[in-house]
């Protein structure tokens, strides 16, 4: 096992590369220069190059590149353009709401979302599974932001239960947290239920009709135990990756989400420098993004191995 | 002794009578009395790259530093120069010499007293890195120097008329000399003004946060426009930034936000009754205008550009770019009608014409068959989309071929340095106190490349010129020369909408809209 997490370690750098390449690329070949961005409209041409050349901007692609990677693979992301901040700094300024919004989003989805694909499938064809089955539709049709909007108005603007948008830090305040935290949390978390409960209602349906289920009851054991002891767990490893995807996806800053919020996270940070052309924080954002992306599949393996003692690593 | 019950409680009844009616009849005047205190949340479209105004860092840092930061000299109600931080203003050696008077016993947030070297330093930083005090004053300066503590004096090489507006602008404040060498030509970082709040914190993406500064010396005036006296009634203002328009208007609907700024027209008829919220029309503000490639191409031709006047009507484009009839207005002049100083309807025979039959006989004249008018666009100012949208659906009838390119903002503003990219392009102006002030296109090596003699002529003739009616006159012929020649074609005047609970008091809807003078009703 210890071999196998070493080699898909090193597999990370090949990995790493290849993103940090495309994205610097990319966000280079995209028009729009970051320097009149954030010099405003009315921005003098001359001033726009001095900046330019202030910033290093002027320099031919390769060199800028060159240099990039340089400082990247020291650990160095670089300095924003627009906030003039190490990039790693300015990620670490705002992963507190994004992590927090992740958790709290991925339990409202497993908790959700276990639950509804496993009463689908043991009350297939009856009006539960049906009704489950229609709200995951919905839920997966739905647009983010619509969804968002919409609880806005209803929850926070009509009936006044729950703040409209913004973020309190965790600390003496961890109540406000929540409170402010719920709305968005629901958004993304009952999104992403609805996934996992199709996916779970899928995989349940398959491993309740294998033989050892009909064992099971045949022997006598209690329907609850047959489905939540025997079904369930091997249910659950197909899931799992749905589970780690989902949870990859949430980390990546739940863009949407924390922009009609107000959040102040790692995914609106993302989408203000691409609207600035802030390059250094994008590309830093990115590789991170990438990076989490990687380790967390690398855990949904790790985990298939204690959830199913078939698979062994070499 | 007899009892006197009687003729006491009378008495006692009428004394009380009275003041129940005193307590009645004086209720109304207590309730609009300023109360100190309280935590104004304002929400704000975003967030500024720095509070540092000598350099370029768009509207949103104007918006906030006003409150941290002054000048010598500002804004009052009509949008004229008057002293803010100087006591007085003179001229003399023909014109070759201004003379700054400074106010005493200011002093900086740091306790530190501003004097004749911060106004020196600040200025000498601002003829470096400020885009009006670069083009329009630091060539003409030989010197600026302090005779004394309180004294300023700017040497000239020739007499201009210009140097007060330009201190008047929201971007040249007032630096500590210390700050400025410590950060010389990077960002400040220490935020130290002399300004009614100082600065208490910015975290980022969350707020920006000022508290009343105690020791503020306010002028004595009354409040005028931004001048006269500045008092901060609240404690605290936390500037918010809420980048979703319809959560910044939620957020006043909820009480979450006491001010929203920048909303969209489309929430005026939703809170218009609502007796909690104040709906704030925001004049004057801006004006959309169409820009020409002067440069290259199609519109070098005169006649053409004209042809394209010719045909627009202007009235459904700001409609569709505004929203309801309170949100635009029809209007020639370069200058709203508030701002008095400059307003004139000079060329108005030009504007609004809505005649294709001349712009068809234009555009016979100057030779166009058809060609492809590449025409830059963008969706992330719905106004920059809805003007564009609805002109090119009036110049297709005229018989324009018209390739509207939708881009993203940064894409325009790269491109539009390229002539060989675009024909026209839709931008606009913020709120200009004087000419040529914040009026970017009017300069030759702005994207448009508007080169014209006459212009140049009227322009340098309305620099030297310092008696107010002659200037006044030499603006007129200059925007008599703007609708003739067709440089760029202004398409009205568009108003903001700003939302405010109920509960503040006191706030003046303009452009860069304060919140000294404002108090929370509680």
Same mark, same amino acid.
């Given at each position: 096992m210890k071999e196998y997490l070493l080699r898909r370690l090193l597999a990370l750098l090949p990995v790493m590369f290849v993103v940090a390449t495309l994205v610097f690329v990319l966000m280079h070949l995209t028009p729009g220069d970051p320097v009149s961005a954030m010099l405003g409209m009315d921005a003098n041409p001359a001033d726009v190059e001095r900046m330019r050349v202030h910033l290093g901007l002027d320099k031919p692609l390769y060199l800028q590149y060159v240099q990039w990677m340089g400082k990247v693979v020291q650990g160095n992301f670089g300095e924003s353009i627009f906030l003039q901040i190490p990039v790693l700094t300015a990620v670490s300024e705002r992963i507190q709401p994004t992590l927090l919004l992740t958790l709290l989003a991925i339990s409202l989805a497993v908790g959700l979302g276990i639950p509804a694909g496993v009463i689908s499938a043991t009350r297939f064809g009856t009006f539960s599974d049906q009704f489950f089955m229609v709200v995951a539709l919905l839920g997966v049709s739905m647009p983010e932001f619509w969804l968002g909007l919409n609880l806005i108005f209803l929850v926070a603007v009509k009936l006044g239960w729950l703040p409209v948008a913004g973020y309190v830090p965790l600390g003496s305040h961890w109540l406000a947290t929540l409170r402010y935290l719920t709305l968005p949390a629901f958004c993304l978390g009952f999104i992403q239920s609805t996934l996992i409960a199709r996916m779970t209602r899928a995989v349940m349906l398959d491993v309740l009709s294998q033989d050892y289920i009909r064992t099971g009851h045949a022997k006598g054991l209690a329907p609850s135990r047959v489905v939540y002891k025997h079904a369930l767990k091997n249910a659950l490893i197909p899931t799992l990756t749905v589970i780690g995807i989902t949870f990859a996806i949430l980390m990546g800053g739940a863009i949407v989400i924390e922009t009609v919020f107000n959040i102040p996270g790692v995914g609106r940070l993302l989408v203000q420098s691409v609207l600035r052309r802030d390059y250094p924080v994008i590309q830093g954002v990115v590789l991170l993004i990438a990076g989490a992306y990687v380790l967390i599949n690398l855990l949904v393996d790790v985990a298939y191995a204690y959830l199913d003692p078939r698979v062994k690593y070499v | 002794m007899a009892k006197r019950t009687g003729s006491t409680g009378g008495l006692l009844v009428t004394l009380c009578s009275i003041l129940a009616i005193i307590v009645l009849a004086a209720a109304p005047a207590l309730a609009q009395a300023p109360r100190p205190g309280g935590t104004l949340r304002v929400a704000t479209i975003g967030e500024p790259p720095s509070l540092d105004t000598h350099l370029p860092t768009g509207i949103i840092a104007m918006s906030i530093a006003q409150h941290v930061f002054e000048g010598l000299f500002t804004l009052d109600k009509d949008f004229r120069p008057i002293p803010l931080l100087a006591e007085s203003y003179s001229v003399a050696d023909g014109g070759r010499r201004a003379v700054i008077k400074l106010r005493r016993g200011v002093q900086f947030h740091n306790g530190k007293e501003f004097s004749s070297e911060d106004a020196v330093a600040s200025l000498q930083r601002l003829m470096k890195l400020e885009y009006h005090f670069r083009s329009f004053i630091a060539p003409n300066v030989v010197d600026v120097r302090a005779p004394d503590r309180y004294t300023v004096e700017v040497l000239l090489k020739k007499p201009s008329s210009m140097l007060l507006p330009v201190m008047s602008t929201a971007t040249a404040p007032m630096y500590p000399k210390e700050v400025i060498d410590e950060f010389k030509e990077e960002r400040i970082k220490k935020f130290i003004g002399t300004g009614p709040f100082e600065f208490v914190e910015w975290r980022p993406d969350r707020y920006i946060e000022v508290k009343r500064f105690e020791k503020y010396l306010a002028r004595p005036e009354a409040p005028n426009g931004y001048g006269g006296k500045r008092t901060a009634f609240v404690d605290r203002i936390r500037f918010i930034p809420v980048p979703d328009g319809s959560v910044r208007a939620a957020g006043i609907e909820s009480g979450e936000y006491d001010v929203a700024e920048d909303i969209s027209p489309d929430f005026y008829t939703r809170v218009k009754g609502n007796p909690g919220i104040q709906a704030m029309i925001i004049k004057p503000l801006a004006y959309p205008f169409i820009i020409f490639n002067k440069k290259e191409g199609l519109f070098t031709n005169t006649k053409l550009r004209q042809a394209v006047l010719a045909a627009l009507d202007m009235e459904p484009i700001l409609q569709a770019a505004g /929203? /309801?009839?309170?949100?635009f207005g029809l209007n020639n002049s370069i200058y709203q009608p508030e701002i008095k100083a400059w307003y004139t309807t000079a060329g108005k025979e030009h504007y609004d014409q809505k005649n294709v039959v001349l712009a068809k006989q234009l555009m016979k004249e100057a030779g166009y068959s058809g060609q492809l008018i590449r025409w830059m666009a963008t969706k992330q100012y719905d106004w920059i989309y809805n003007t564009s949208l609805t002109a090119k659906t009036q110049l297709e009838k005229a018989g324009f071929n018209i390739d509207l390119q939708v881009l993203e903002w940064s894409t325009v503003i790269q491109r539009r340095t390229k002539p060989d990219l675009w024909e026209i392009f839709v931008t606009f102006n913020s709120l200009s106190p004087e000419p040529p002030l914040y009026q970017a296109w009017l300069a030759k090596d702005w994207p448009g490349w508007w080169e014209n003699g006459q212009r140049d002529e009227l322009l340098a003739k309305f620099d030297q010129e310092s008696d107010p009616k002659k200037r006044f006159a030499i603006w007129e012929d200059i925007q008599k020369l703007i609708w003739e020649e067709v440089p760029i074609i202004k398409v009205g005047d568009l108003n903001g909408l700003a939302l405010a609970s109920a509960k503040v008091k006191g706030l003046w809807p303009t452009y860069l809209m304060p919140y000294y003078n404002v108090w929370l009703e509680r």
């Open positions: - | /929203g /309801g009839k309170e949100f």
